[in-house]
């Protein structure tokens, strides 16, 4: 089934529900799957998808390795391809990059970007293979269920390193709980973008089959019963996020950091007595 799902030639809607399955089977299974060739169909099947909500999907399976064994998951995507003879470390950590701020569903956020927090150390050790690692800095939506990007980088995006990518998207994510917080204590908690839920529904009308097989095969429950049980879900994110933004401003690469800041993201740190100085 999962084979199915993931073959480059299938529809990339019907991997909707391959990074839950497996996810679920590397848990409960383990070592008795051939982990290493499920997660290459995992990352090819990545590499051939559009749609934010079918990469997302995908990339939690990582992003749950990452959380579990960093280092191990590192070594083992620094081994693989893409099919295109890009490196699948640098892969996903360009796509996930790309997509984070698109990124629904609590649960998913919240190993997202505590997994965020575990990479940029790696990210800004002097030694980093990652350096050289260049990603857009442009705004990106969803119109129709596709990513589109804004006017004025369509023309010419502008490339940042991956490190202040990261850096930028965990201020924003700090900000996005801020608001979040700020909104549900004046009672103003505004719905899930339209443009999400729109996808999201005309996405499950394609799969209802894969969908009844999912709940036969025990998926939907099980992968309920994963997430409460991760113990991420304990992790205070508002909590997690300030201290370890505060913690990194001690860091050598800091001052270095906040010259790639706009005013607002420096507002932001401001804000929880962590100050960015521009030039």
Known sequence: LIARMLDPAVSEY????SGRLVSSL????????NVNDILQAVLNKLTSC??????QSLL???????????????????SINT???ENGLVYVLKSWCEIQELFTGEYETKVAVIALTKFLPHLLAPDSPFASIMVSDEEMSLEGGRITRSAKTQQSPTMIPISVKVFKILVQEYSNIKEEREAENTGDLSDEDDD??????EIETQLISIAQLAHYLGEDDDEDADNKDDPLNEVDLHGHLQQFLTQLSTHASYSELCQTLNENERNVLSSMQVFCEAD
Not at 26 to 33: D, E, F, N, P, R
Not at 60 to 78: A, C, P, Q, W
Not at 196 to 201: C, H, Y
């Open 14 to 17: 019907g991997a909707l529900y």
């Open 26 to 33: 590397i848990k409960h299974v383990g070592t008795a799957l």
């Open 50 to 55: 559009e749609s934010p909500t079918i990469q």
């Open 60 to 78: 939690v399976v990582f992003i749950k390795l990452f959380n579990h064994d960093l280092e191990g998951s590192m070594n083992f995507l620094r």
């Open 83 to 85: 099919p295109n003879g």
């Open 196 to 201: 999400v839920e729109e996808e999201e529904e």
